[in-house]
């Protein structure tokens, strides 16, 4: 293994990286920091954590940002979006050139590439958009067409349309306002560019309720999602459960696993959309869950008619299907 094989496979590094640019794009800020560690590790889908406040800040939880883009500049440069929502990126948005910035990352699980080439559709909302770039890149190399559907509720918010248009095989741009593009939600696009794209798979970021039916609109045509959530991160380590949501894995069980460390990209029909925010009553470890053994001893009372052994009547399994995108999910990486 080369050299540069063991450093992309290297976990996350914490770093002092001085800002390069700060720049403002429509709605949100573009910040580049000098990072060649975390650049070097990068793969699309990961996203960085910064210390904000300064050294005697009173704010101590870091912010999480997707990682836009990576470059060679300056031994390697790492480019996050984000949007001014309270005091911490109020905070990153008034940094300028020479700054230094506390920087963990590369962070999180990136996105699973197909082994062959396919139709890929990248959707996003806002600036969610922004990890979808570089995937497209890596997509591009394993010789994969890409297609975007970006949205959001005004054209000031709608981020990499241009580079959508200039990059994509074909680049599908909506508004709430009708500001830009087609009027209404990437969602009510989805159905037409899955058709005139013929869509192998799909790769989406954006708002929690847009990944939600961005995965159940997918399922009617039998395509995977691989979705890449935005849930709020306090250490970005999975130290602090504060990111967890509900995913069903391959063996049935609902688990509440960490958006910093297991995601933040999960296939879409394994999260229970439904229950984000929520810890299910089925979960592992949760009242209403039942070891599989149990649960089995149940079902063969209920196939037998017959009650449990508590003499209580036998309980229904509250089981979970296969994913809708069980039967043509592509190999992945």
Same mark, same amino acid.
């Given at each position: 293994m080369s050299h540069s094989e063991t450093e992309v496979q290297a976990g996350p590094v914490q770093v002092r990286g001085t800002v390069l640019t700060v720049r403002r794009v429509d709605a949100y800020y573009a910040m580049t920091v000098v990072a060649p560690a975390v650049a070097a590790r990068f793969r699309p889908g990961q996203f960085v954590a910064l210390a904000v406040g300064g050294d005697e800040t009173s704010m101590l939880l870091r912010r999480a940002f997707s990682i836009h883009d990576v470059r060679p500049d300056h031994g390697g440069t790492v480019e996050f979006v984000f949007a001014v929502h309270g005091p911490g990126t109020r905070w990153l948005a008034e940094r300028r050139g020479r700054d230094v910035l506390d920087v963990t990352g590369p962070l999180g699980r990136p996105f699973p590439v197909p082994r062959d080439p396919a139709s890929c559709?990248?959707?996003?909302?806002?600036?969610?958009?922004?990890?979808?770039?570089?995937?497209?890149?890596?997509? =591009?190399?394993? /010789?994969?067409? %890409? &297609?975007?559907?970006?949205?959001?509720?005004?054209?000031? *918010?709608?981020?990499?349309?241009?580079?959508?248009?200039?990059?994509?095989?074909?680049?599908?741009?909506?508004?709430?306002?009708g500001s830009l593009g087609v009027r209404g939600l990437v969602t009510d696009m989805l159905g037409q560019v899955i058709h005139e794209a013929r869509t192998d798979v799909i790769y989406a970021c954006g708002p929690m309720p847009m990944l939600r039916q961005v995965t159940a609109l997918a399922g009617r045509y039998d395509i995977p999602v691989q979705a890449c959530v935005e849930e709020s991160m306090a250490c970005g380590i999975g130290v602090c459960m504060t990111c967890v949501l509900p995913v069903?894995?391959?063996?049935?069980?609902? =688990?509440?696993? /960490?958006?910093? %460390? &297991?995601?933040?990209?999960?296939?879409?029909?394994?999260? *229970?959309?439904d229950d984000v925010g929520t810890i299910p009553f089925d979960a592992f470890g949760a009242p209403g869950w039942e070891p599989r053994s149990r649960r089995a001893a149940a079902a063969s009372e209920v196939l037998a008619g017959g009650a449990a052994a508590d003499g209580r009547p036998p309980r229904a399994e509250a089981g979970r299907g296969p994913g809708p995108g069980a039967g043509r999910r592509p190999r992945h990486d």
């Open positions: 559709l990248l959707v996003g909302g806002g600036y969610g958009s922004a990890p979808l770039f570089a995937l497209a890149s890596r997509l =591009r190399e394993r /010789r994969c067409t %890409v &297609d975007f559907l970006i949205g959001a509720a005004s054209g000031d *918010r709608v981020f990499g349309a241009l580079t959508a248009r200039r990059t994509g095989r074909t680049a599908t741009i909506t508004t709430e306002d069903t894995g391959s063996d049935g069980i609902t =688990r509440m696993v /960490r958006s910093c %460390v &297991d995601g933040p990209v999960f296939r879409g029909d394994q999260v *229970r959309w």
